[in-house]
């Protein structure tokens, strides 16, 4: 139904920058929040940072400063630009968006697949 493909990982060296991005597609009526999440080995997966359709945004302490989360609603894509990365951001970011498939349908919450990002320092 509806498919999210993350892309941009990488392997970089602490300070180094990154730029992830996450297209929608499939049977989509309306995306609405979109966000970034991470898991690192052994850590639950948490929110990094969000954005909703309107471009209001917000970001996980530790990220704040550093990540800027952003979106092209025509394009069904969202970006998450990475500065100054450290070796503690080093995880597997997945891509999430709330997505109504039909206006009589309720949001349902979808995900990509992930993709690696290894800071070494």
């Known amino acids: 139904q509806v498919q999210l493909v993350e892309s941009g990982g990488g392997s970089v060296q602490a300070g180094e920058s990154l730029r992830l991005s996450c297209v929608a597609s499939?049977?989509?009526?309306?995306?609405?929040?979109m966000s970034w999440y991470r898991q690192a080995p052994g850590k639950q997966r948490e929110l990094v940072a969000a954005v909703t359709t309107g471009g209001s945004t917000n970001y996980a302490d530790s990220v704040k400063g550093r990540f800027i989360i952003s979106r092209d609603n025509a394009k069904r894509m969202v970006y998450l630009q990475m500065n100054s990365l450290r070796p503690e951001d080093t995880a597997v970011y997945f891509c999430?968006?709330?997505?109504?498939?039909?206006?009589?349908?309720?949001?349902?919450?979808?995900w990509g697949q992930g993709t690696q990002v290894t800071v070494s320092s």
């Open positions: 499939g049977r989509i009526f309306e995306i609405k929040a």
């Open positions: 999430n968006a709330g997505v109504k498939t039909a206006m009589y349908l309720s949001e349902s919450a979808y």
